[in-house]
């Protein structure tokens, strides 16, 4: 098993730095015709530089020989053109960017998060995947590939599943920073026993110089001491040759010491500077670490949330959809119902059409056998009216004012078949309207004492014979119901109306006109409208009973609405409502349509 992951091994270093090389020939570098070497920088202690270095004997980029360079620092990296850094050695990704921006270099790193770096690799089995970050690379001045980016992942869902073997490298990473701090405390303990050791020294080297002072001393009592010119010259010198070399070896011993004492204080010094160092190095780890377990929680947190957000945006697309599906049905059941609708409108158009001129035919050759029989009464009054009795002459007046009633009855019929037929609508200034309708009324207004009261009446869009006959009407009306006794007052008012239609607003313009006469009975307001309805007896108040109808087909016709307010014995108000100007719109027939 062990040659297995060995194997394995060799293999991913290849693929690794093949996946560079490739890389590195898939960006479009700028000014790259005039570099003499294309240069490949590897960050911290990764083999990967081994690797580098022994393909670069074998291949080229663009043409130019590879040059492989190791860097422990991000401080020192210049002057080259792609930079590769592994996420097990805690480099800050962000940092290395920021030192790295505008020097025209390609950081290409692997286990790092999802769009950190420029283009990031992952490994994936026996193989890797990467993910290229557009917007960083071409802010550098490079030029991407196509085939870089077809193959690269575009999804950071896709990529949270590749970078799961990155979290275990993390774990792996503060594995090894544990057993640094082991090894740095072990060392620590060894530092600790060598200076215990040379503390020992020390005490040996102040024994054997003790041992040295109380050696000359002897010498010196033994000079002093008249013994030793007694003894023989052979003794004297072996004592003296013992003695010096005592000393020379003494003297020996104590410089080796002294050297082993200057190299341990040298090895301490390096050992106090490369503790230091590993601590730095340890604390800035853990630095990192803790930023980058803080950012994995960030990860998570977004992933959750994307994740939710996801969630909600296929709830949302399939109520969505369902309501397209049921719009789509409705819309064309409607187009159906707009169909028969269209079809039902030019039918009621066409018998509309029939009956107006069948209207108008019929006014029209009624009059003449009409006009025959009044004059044939006339002439019978004039020639034979003597010869009848008072019954007789009573009847050949029933008979004549039947002919004259039957007369204004065809035509306020004839006229009735007319209105709303044109479509020739102007500005007509209905306080025009008022001031002619009142110089018309003048004999009326004096011989009943009728006041007519108004404020300043608009300017309205529509048909001025047909608004003045609505008026007219109106105002007649509010002169002729009146009792005997009392003196007609009339009081007309505009406001405007704002009224919302299918979801749109429309302003109209909100006519009243009200008068002090007998007024309407509430069973009788519902057909008051309706031609040919009368309320009275003729002996009572003339008329034909078709003005109402006449003003209601106009109102209609310029695409408002009427109504009233009555109460018996206080008279009446009649409302009106006409379109201002900008609602009003004529369909290609020429009738009139609300907007």
């Known amino acids: 098993m062990q040659g297995q992951d060995l194997g394995n091994e060799e293999v991913k270093r290849a693929q690794r730095t093949i996946f560079i090389y ?106 890797f995947e990467y993910e ?30 590749l970078f799961k073997s990155t979290e275990q ?10 057993e640094q701090k082991a090894e740095i405390k072990s060392k620590n303990d060894q530092l600790k026993q060598q200076e215990k050791k040379i503390e020992n020294q020390s005490k040996t080297l102040d024994n054997i110089q003790e041992k040295i002072v109380e050696n000359n001393q002897w010498i010196k009592e033994l000079s002093s001491q008249n013994q030793i010119q007694e003894k023989k010259y052979e003794e004297k010198l072996l004592i003296e040759k013992e003695l010096e070399k005592n000393i020379q070896e003494q003297v020996t011993f104590i410089k080796a010491q002294e050297e082993r004492i200057k190299q341990s204080v040298v090895e301490i010094e390096e050992k106090q500077r490369y503790l230091e160092e590993q601590n730095k190095q340890i604390k800035e780890q853990e630095s990192i670490l803790d930023r980058q377990r803080g950012e994995i929680e960030d990860q998570k947190t977004i992933n959750w949330y994307l994740i939710a957000l996801i969630s909600l945006i296929l709830i949302g697309g399939f109520f969505v959809y369902r309501s397209y599906l049921n719009k789509k049905k409705l819309n ?60 007789g002459k009573e009847s050949l007046n029933y008979i004549s004012d039947a002919s004259i009633r039957m007369k204004k009855l065809i035509d306020s019929l004839l006229e009735y078949s007319r209105l709303g037929r044109s479509t020739d ?101 519902d057909r008051i409208f309706a031609i040919f309805q009368r309320l009275h007896s003729r002996e009572q108040y003339q008329g034909t009973g078709i003005g109402l109808a006449h003003c209601k087909k106009i109102i209609e016709s310029h695409g408002g609405t ?34």
């Open 169 to 178: 490298s993390l774990v792996n990473a503060l594995n090894e920073n544990e």
């Open 425 to 525: 609508f102007v500005d007509t200034g209905m306080e025009t309207i008022l001031q002619e309708i009142k110089e018309d009324f003048r004999n009326v207004l004096e011989r009943t004492n009728a006041k007519i009261h108004s404020v300043k009446l608009p300017v309205v869009f529509g048909n001025p014979i047909e608004l003045r006959l609505l008026l007219q009407n109106l105002i007649s009306n509010g002169i002729k119901f009146t009792d005997k006794e009392t003196i007609p007052e009339i009081h007309i008012n505009v406001t405007t109306k704002n009224e919302t239609m299918n979801g749109q607003t429309e302003t109209f313009w909100e006519f009243s006109v009200k008068d002090n006469g007998i007024g309407i009975p509430q069973k009788h307001q």
């Open 22 to 127: 490739n890389f590195a020939q898939q960006i479009g570098w700028p000014q790259i015709a005039e570099l003499e070497t294309f240069k490949i920088g590897v960050l911290g202690p990764d083999r990967t530089v081994i690797d580098l270095k022994a393909i670069a004997q074998k291949r080229k980029i663009f043409g130019k020989p590879i040059e492989v360079v190791r860097y422990q620092f991000v401080k020192n990296i210049k002057d080259i053109q792609l930079l590769y850094v592994h996420n097990k050695y805690n480099y800050d990704i962000a940092y290395i960017l920021r030192k790295i921006s505008k020097q025209n270099i390609l950081l290409v790193s692997e286990d790092y998060f999802y769009n950190s770096s420029m283009i990031n690799m992952v490994n994936v089995g026996d193989s």
């Open 332 to 391: 064309k059941v409607l187009q159906a119902k707009n169909k028969e609708i269209h079809e039902q409108s030019l039918d009621l158009e066409s018998k509309n059409k029939e009956l107006e001129q069948f209207a108008y035919i019929a006014s029209h050759d009624l009059q003449e056998p009409l006009n025959t029989i009044s004059s044939f009464i006339g002439l019978i009054s004039e020639d034979y009216g003597d010869s009848f009795d008072e019954v």
């Open 562 to 595: 009427i109504w009233l307010e009555s109460q018996e014995g206080k008279g009446t108000t009649f409302y009106f409502t006409i379109p201002k100007k900008e609602n009003i719109l004529l369909d290609k027939s020429g009738i009139k349509i609300d907007m």
């Open 132 to 161: 290229i970050n557009e917007n960083r690379i071409e802010r550098e001045g490079f030029v991407i590939a196509p085939s870089l980016k077809q193959y690269a992942v575009t999804s950071s869902q896709k990529w949270k599943g």
